[in-house]
């Protein structure tokens, strides 16, 4: 083959490949709006249909801003089923009810986020995932997710000021990060039977949270999964928890009694720091590495209850400063041990009492060396009058 035959070839095929890509949308997608004034991509090849625009959709009722996500839409006698809930798909609607069916197979990014008015979503579909931000911000009061839905991704709901319940299935298997930060009204929580971990300040900021079920199988507190939980009293831990992380518990202040259950193998640094109503800590004999200020107090101003601290004999308890500007007097360490480890700066376990406990120990040397001096002057001189 010559080559100017290779050349047009060549030049024939690179022309050829942006024609097909062009062509492959309208032959296998197109766009349709139903008779609710909600925007569809409609797909040829498998009869699906994608929920794209809902921002002006209209009622299905004669309640105003009710919807009810069709299950399938028809175009030119063809039936599609509505298979997704597009990124952003309602971001920002007036929305105040919405009702999506069991055909729904995904929520997307942002698709409902800052619908304010949004109170109540009834969600029937048991193979639904609901991605990153699906609802943030939005108003819904009390959620219950179907069984069968088995991931909620980062921020699903995550500043939902209104929310006051949430029931989450044993088929969730993955929970995202922020999840259900800075939820300020909400109240009680049932989470899944089967998740491995509570993500990352999956409630963060949950003001009013008063108490909480980790599930058996938990074996991971992510960083600051509770923090500023600031009415949090009680938390049932779980019975597979090998990891606390930092700031798992950080400024709750309402905690009084923290028994950490055997198994646990890692309490991370500033865990329960400015648990300001704490007043007993139990640390079982399984821990091997407590970080530093675990159940400190930053806040030097912060007065606190602390009366007693339970270490299990041959618990392996860290680092520096782990009590740092708690209160110490009056407490009580009837079965108080610990090891020191290799990388312990000081030696305590209370921080801000090791160079007086140095100084005690200087004093202790010489008044140990005086009194042998004295013993031998004494000696040598009733040796001499002999």
């Known amino acids: 083959m010559d080559y100017k035959l290779k050349s047009r070839l060549l030049v024939s095929l690179m022309l050829s490949v942006p024609i097909l890509l062009c062509k492959e949308p309208s032959v296998l997608a197109k766009t349709a709006v139903g008779i609710n004034n909600m925007e569809y991509i409609l797909n040829e090849e498998d009869k699906t249909a994608s929920l794209t625009n809902g921002k002006d959709a209209k009622s299905t009722t004669d309640t105003p801003n009710y919807l009810e996500v069709p299950g399938s839409i028809d175009d030119n006698g063809i039936s599609y089923r509505v298979i997704s809930i597009d990124d952003k ?95 300020k009204e909400l109240e009680e929580v049932t989470l899944p039977e089967g998740i491995k971990e509570i993500p990352d300040m999956a409630f963060y900021h949950c003001p009013k949270l008063k108490y909480i079920k980790i599930p ?70 399984s821990v091997n590495s407590v970080g530093n200020l675990a159940f400190g107090n930053s806040d030097e101003d912060v007065q606190t209850k602390l009366r007693r601290v339970t270490c299990v004999r041959n618990s392996y308890v860290d680092n520096r400063d782990l009590f740092f500007n708690w209160s110490q007097y009056g407490i009580e360490y009837p079965e108080f041990s610990y090891k020191i480890s290799s990388t312990s700066a000081s030696g305590s376990i209370f921080g801000e009492y090791t160079y007086m406990s140095y100084v005690a120990v200087g004093i202790l040397l010489i008044v140990i060396i005086a009194g042998i001096v004295i013993i031998f002057k004494n000696r040598d001189n009733g040796q001499s009058e002999k």
């Open 89 to 183: 798909a309602f971001s920002g609607s007036g929305v105040t009810f919405v009702t999506i069916p069991e055909s729904v197979e995904r929520i997307g990014k942002n698709a409902f986020a800052e619908c304010k008015n949004l109170t109540t979503l009834a969600l029937s579909s048991e193979n639904t995932t609901i991605e990153e931000f699906a609802f943030y911000g939005s108003g819904i009061t009390d959620l219950k997710i179907p069984e069968g839905v088995s991931y909620i991704g980062d921020s699903a709901f995550s500043n939902c000021v209104k929310l006051k319940t949430v029931f989450l299935p044993t088929s969730v298997a993955y929970l995202g990060n922020n999840v259900f930060s800075w939820c």
């Open 216 to 285: 058996d199988s938990v074996e991971v507190l992510g960083t600051s999964s509770f923090e500023w939980c600031t009415s949090l009293e009680s938390v049932e831990f779980s019975e597979s928890l090998i990891s606390i992380k930092d700031q798992a518990f950080s400024r709750c202040t309402e905690l009084d009694s923290v028994v950490i259950p055997e198994g646990v193998r890692s309490i991370g640094s500033r865990a329960f720091d400015g648990c300001s109503s704490l007043e007993y800590i139990e640390i079982p004999g």
